[in-house]
């Protein structure tokens, strides 16, 4: 029995090994060298980084466009899985299709393509233009933090509706029914029954999407440029202007990587604290 189990260890340990030597090349050696690099001055560069004002803007910026864009995300994808968890398996997974295509874009992409579709010269902003609007008004939101924020929305709704999706349609809808025979409306019933035994995905979804919102970059280069200041621009600035200055480059990566690993750290804790205690046999 011991020498079966020993086999089964030695399998996983083999199996595993490939993930393990992908990790750590490509995440986790990166990475020492990043901060490596961030402490080759001496640590004078987060230093620099600290009393650079630009610096404070650009976090200021990246906290705000990362708790706005995911709570936005957070409640049309929590609606829209709603509206799926509804639906017939087939109709499900044909807009499924559809809701996940933004995933396989590039942020570059993306973001011509708002510029496209509610730029200047935008097919909707010429829309508009047609009863009234603006142009230059209508067409200079997508360039402002809203507007960024706006377009982030577009990748981070199909990640809300993939996490909550799955809880939605095994939820037993019966325990709706059983709160509204006992007197309870359907929006309370809703509340009190459903939305409690969905925090854990909530909680997820905000802080994947935050993490990502965080670290998102073609998007932001291409929309706003420098017009709006958030961390992965002030980092790019770092490295793109003339008399770069990298150890402070690295410095910042060394900060974002840090508050994106700080969310993450959250919704694991949540969920794993939401999850049922095993039973004894």
Same mark, same amino acid.
């Given at each position: ?10 399998? +996983?340990? /083999?199996?595993?090994?490939?993930? &393990?030597?992908f ?7 990166? +990475? ?13 560069? !987060? ?8 610096? /404070?803007?650009? +976090? =200021? ?9 995911? $709570?936005?995300? $957070?409640?049309?994808? @929590? ?12 109709? =499900?997974?044909?807009?499924?299709? #559809? ?11 993306i973001? !011509? ?8 010269? *935008?097919?909707? &902003? ?25 377009? !982030?929305? @577009? ?25 509204? &025979? ?5 929006f ?19 802080? #994947? ?5 965080? *670290?998102?970059? *073609?998007?932001?280069?291409? #929309?706003?440029?420098?017009?709006v200041?958030?961390?992965? $621009?002030?980092l @790019? ?18 900060? $974002?990587?840090s ?18 205690? =095993?039973?004894?046999?």
């Amino acid at each position: 029995m011991k020498i079966m189990v020993g086999r089964h260890k030695s399998t +996983l340990l /083999w199996l595993a090994l490939p993930a &393990t030597v992908f990790l750590g090349a490509f995440f986790i050696l990166p +990475l020492v060298f990043v901060v490596a690099d961030s402490l080759s001055d001496g640590g004078s560069a !987060y230093g620099r980084v600290a009393s650079d004002p630009v610096f /404070w803007a650009g +976090l =200021r910026g990246s906290l705000v466009i990362g708790l706005a864009a995911p $709570l936005f995300s $957070l409640i049309v994808g @929590y609606f829209v899985s709603l509206h799926l968890s509804q639906k017939s398996e087939r109709f =499900r997974s044909a807009l499924m299709f #559809l809701i996940s295509l933004p995933l396989t874009f590039s942020g570059l992409i993306i973001a !011509y393509g708002f510029i496209l579709t509610f730029g200047r010269a *935008g097919f909707v &902003t010429m829309l508009l233009a047609e009863v009234g609007a603006e142009p230059s008004v209508v067409g200079g939101f997508i360039f402002s933090p809203i507007g960024l924020g706006f377009a !982030y929305s @577009y990748y981070l709704i199909p990640r809300v509706v993939m996490i909550l999706l799955p809880p939605l349609i095994n939820f037993d809808r019966s325990q709706i029914q059983a709160a509204k &025979t006992m007197g309870a409306s359907g929006f309370r019933a809703h509340v009190d029954v459903l939305v409690p035994q969905l925090v854990p995905g909530f909680v997820s979804a905000f802080c #994947l999407t935050s993490a990502v919102a965080f *670290g998102a970059y *073609g998007t932001a280069l291409a #929309l706003v440029g420098t017009q709006v200041n958030i961390l992965p $621009l002030v980092l @790019y600035s770092k490295i793109a202007e003339t008399g770069s200055d990298l150890p402070a480059a690295s410095a910042i990566s060394v900060v $974002l990587m840090s508050i994106c690993v700080l969310v993450i750290s959250v919704a694991e804790t949540v969920t794993t604290e939401k999850k049922p205690a =095993r039973m004894d046999a």
